[in-house]
């Protein structure tokens, strides 16, 4: 059984390799490379990721992992070799029904979709998108066809980003926000809240202010790396080796909120398991749960008021002529300002989840067929003035703006708003574990917070699933009252605002 | 033939990306890792190396090489796909000779090795070193024992650098060289030239100046990158995506040298024919040519009075303080200062040779069993004072300096001396097609040789053997007599110094 575990782990790790080498690839190219090699590194990404799948899809390793059965039901459910065995099973099994021309088709309709994507963007022209639309419908409906019928079509296209979790959870969830989001955000929006001053704020104050936020947190410069890209972004080349990205812009400061979110998924990714490393594993456990991560550290540490006591006097040593003279207060308003508007990735804590439902709401309507890409561009402006408020005054500002669709990643989005929603929750576990935790944060501890972290969450991985992971982190199921209870405390009317 | 031409093509360009990914990985590793990656990064990259190795020996490639010799042989003896085969068919022989277990014992050895090394010249502790010099000794007996017996067994190790060039072959040249650079050492022992100041030269200022100059070169940022390591170095990812790394100290100028050396190799690959994109003629054709053009630009160029003369003035102007005073004459001199020393890699163009030639005979010493490795720092220190003039005083400074060894390249030193040779041969034939570029030089304007070499060297990667190479380049074959003639030139009694 020994020599049997220790060939699946050979196996596994290989793979491990080959994807991990992707992702050196693919972070290169997003970060470094000459714009001239982006023809060929395509080819070599395309190999890699061609030859991990079929080591992983080999014949063997199902064979072993049928044969591990006995040593799997013989360990506790979480030890990490019965999860090993139980969770590649899983990942096997699904990756086995997806034919290898399909597969293909798709990954050459997601990057040539982008390509038009982005000319379609840029000239305003949905029409020249909605071909490639069609087309990732049609490769959606043949994907789908691949599984066993679920209760709803859409439930498979969300297992690949938050397993096990159904298309009827998430409207539930999404149905009780969406009760009290629209009527917060219409009471918050006539609220004059000042946002900060247009800048300028130079790139190499906002790049070292956000690394020392970034190193308050948990970056190590022994283990992380932070670097600028057009898209800020975090990925894992091993559980030491994490890179994060920001973007920087004189006029604002968006770049410190970015580097709070990616160090935020960089923590989750540096915290799991050593003895998960080139396992399968060696992961965050759901799209969901990582943005739950980047969603604690950026806005539900990195808006708070605790956590703006320690870090004003740092912002305005900064920029001491734009902010100078900039109190605390109104710098922590300023940072929490609800303002619907158009883009979702500059949208605010509170309207940020309508931006997500709308999206939802829309991709299970594509996919059902009672909505047509033809009539896209009229139901997404129509939904989002009843949603936000806003009437949408161009394509580039409402349906183009989004690469997701282009790639043909549907079942996507809702994790984000997943994420928001779990990031309450898991906070408001570390909170009744740890009193005392805000008081650190005005001291510029976040160590405790970090531990709590790591030692209830991060070190899993992927061991167990998604649900059971936030049962054994929050004690409970997905749950959007902790996460309302939070934005009306926060922003509601009795708030301290 | 065309679906078996196409076949190999596929299975080739699969390796070929493999390869490419190990390199990204190698270049991030040696530029930009994070230092905690380390462990985990030696396996992705073992991984690669296996999984590319395992693929290109796999017997189909070689039932399609054989299959495709009446193609090749109805094509001319250049034809891109007659050298793809050819080629191929060659390096698929060799690769399958090595036992997957004797390779994988030699590039842990390699590995080992060199860490070992960085710790026994920290210390000065030859031997501690020297088990790992013995352990490397019996793997080359063993590497050796794979092939045909040759004229001699150190034939088969200069073979994996500079294929076809046999050890006579070479030892006949470094005769004559020794013949002249011995007493040319000696007679400039004694001549006072100025070194340039020893700075301070501010490392950004640096940086932008060897930009300037490896732009004048060829070096273009749509294709190009320039970034730092320890030890400078040039990769190839894609024939469109090269990158070169430079070291800087602000005490000294040797980045300027570093940039115009690795440009020289960056131009080699950068100017291989598109065709030959992802295949295995898709690189440098020895390591010798390699170097050749790496010292055609730094020093044929990169040291002459013309280029000079269009640099000078930019240098004084990067570094005012320090060189503003300084005149191109002098500037000139101490770039081309010869003093004997003790280190390779800060030797002069005229000592440098005798560095290899000690190398070169100690490696066969060694491996012959005519030299024990218990003798190895005497006979190092007996033989550099004989050739160099100067009493090595540790071994730090003498036979622990360089990492090759320790590494287990053997064979692999002759190259770069080899290198320095076929620049003066490839420079004459420049010359000589290409009346006035020492004119151009004066004016910044390096192209026209940049496009010979394109043409006649570059554009061919690795489609002929390297002696077929030179003999299309320069109209005969390898030859010390045009290097000593530069040598003399330059720093004869009667040059103009």
Sequence with gaps: ?????????????????????????????????????AAVRAERLATLQRVAHERFVDGRIGELLEE????????????????????????????RRVPADLAA?????????????????AAGD?????????????????????????????DILLDDFEPGTTTAEVRAVFDRLKEELVPLIAALRDSAVDPLPPGPYPVEAQRALGLEAMTALGFEPSS????????????SFAISDIRVTARYDEGDLESL????????????????????????????????????QSRLWENVVGRSLPFWRWFHPRLQAAFPGVLGDMPLEACYRAVNRVSPSFIRVDADEVTYGMHIILRFELEQELLAGTLSSADLPEAWNARFEEYLGLAVPEDRLGVLQDVHWSGGAFGYFPTYQLGNVMSVQIWEAARAALPG???????????????????????????LTPKETLERV?????????????LREKYGAGASR
Tied chains: 1, 2.
Aim: with cysteine; proline share 7%; charged share 25%.
């Design 224 to 235: 992380f790396r932070l670097d600028s890209s057009v898209h800020p972004f975090c990925t």
């Design 257 to 292: 909120f970015t580097c709070l979110h990616e160090i935020g998924h960089g923590l989750y990714e540096r915290g799991i398991s050593p003895e998960l490393e080139r396992t399968p594993l060696a992961s965050g456990c759901s799209s969901g749960l990582h943005e739950s």
């Design 126 to 154: 949905y029409a020249a998108f909605r071909p490639w639309l069609d087309r990732h419908l049609a490769l959606k409906h043949a994907y789908v066809e691949c599984f066993e019928p679920a209760a709803d079509p859409y």
């Design 437 to 463: 935790l805000e008081e650190q944060f005005e001291q510029g501890d976040f160590s405790a917070l970090g531990a709590w972290l790591r030692e209830n969450l991060y070190a899993l991985g992927r061991k």
């Design 68 to 95: 591990l059965r006995p040593l799997e039901q013989s360990l506790p459910h979480d030890a990490d070799d019965a999860c090993l065995v139980r969770v590649t099973r899983t990942d096997w099994e699904k990756a």
């Design 105 to 121: 088709e798709m990954a050459k309709a997601s990057s040539e979709g982008m390509e038009a994507w982005a000319a379609a963007r």
């Design 1 to 37: 059984m020994d020599a049997k575990l220790a060939e699946l782990k050979r196996r596994l790790a290989e793979v491990d390799d080959l994807r991990s080498a992707a992702a050196v690839l693919d972070w290169d190219q997003m970060v470094l490379m000459p714009p001239a090699g």
């Design 474 to 486: 929050v004690g409970g199921p997905l749950d959007p009252e902790p996460y309302l209870r939070y």
